[in-house]
């Protein structure tokens, strides 16, 4: 089972305060593991603040306007931008025809003179998996996987972009119970 390129979407009964009520972008899925971003949960940071932190004077203020997300537990220090279209960055990942992710600087300069790609995501953080955990997290139902929509990515309120992903698979996640049960 390939789960690169999927939504995860937090089951209600996902208690994990890292994770509750997220959606995560799974960026890539081996045998060995898996990471991924959150991509709904902005934090009380914007790209120009990362930008200033970083010395890159941001010119364009759509961007310097843009939140902060929070990516995930592992290494909460390191940005990674999500992106599309995938450009030529030092480091980037190509992760479909249409996206990549990208840690390297030359990107957030890019992005601070209003020169780089045309749509973009960044994120604090990543979301990490040991081989095998989150095929057993998905059997107990802490996540439902669906596909990847770039509107929600990138067009969407953070606050809408699970509830919409949920429905758009034909499911209304404010009906379904935090309560695992057994018959």
């Known amino acids: 089972m390939d789960l ?23 960026c890539d899925h081996t045998e060995h593991g898996a990471m991924g971003v959150v991509v709904n949960r902005p934090m009380a940071l914007t790209v120009g603040e990362i930008l200033q932190h970083l010395g890159i004077e941001p010119t364009d203020e ?19 931008i999500l992106h599309s279209p995938p450009g ?3 480091g980037s990942m190509p992760l479909t025809d249409e ?32 081989g ?18 770039a509107d ?3 067009e969407m309120p953070a606050e809408d972009r699970l509830a919409t992903a949920a429905a758009r698979m034909g499911i209304d996640l404010s009906r379904l119970s935090s309560d695992a049960g057994h018959a």
């Open 4 to 26: 690169r390129n999927q939504f995860l979407l937090a089951m209600p009964s996902l208690a994990d305060p890292h994770f509750q009520r997220t959606l995560t972008y799974l």
């Open 62 to 80: 759509a961007i310097a306007q843009q939140p902060v997300h929070y990516g995930g537990p592992v290494e909460p220090e390191r940005g990674f």
């Open 88 to 90: 030529h960055w030092e």
């Open 99 to 130: 996206l990549a992710l990208t840690t390297s600087r030359d990107i957030l300069e890019a992005l601070a003179r209003g020169e780089g790609p045309a749509k973009a995501l960044l994120t604090l953080g990543y979301s990490g998996w040991g």
């Open 132 to 149: 095998g955990q989150l095929e057993d997290e998905i059997a107990n139902n802490a996540w439902l996987t669906g596909p990847v929509h």
């Open 152 to 154: 929600i990515l990138f």
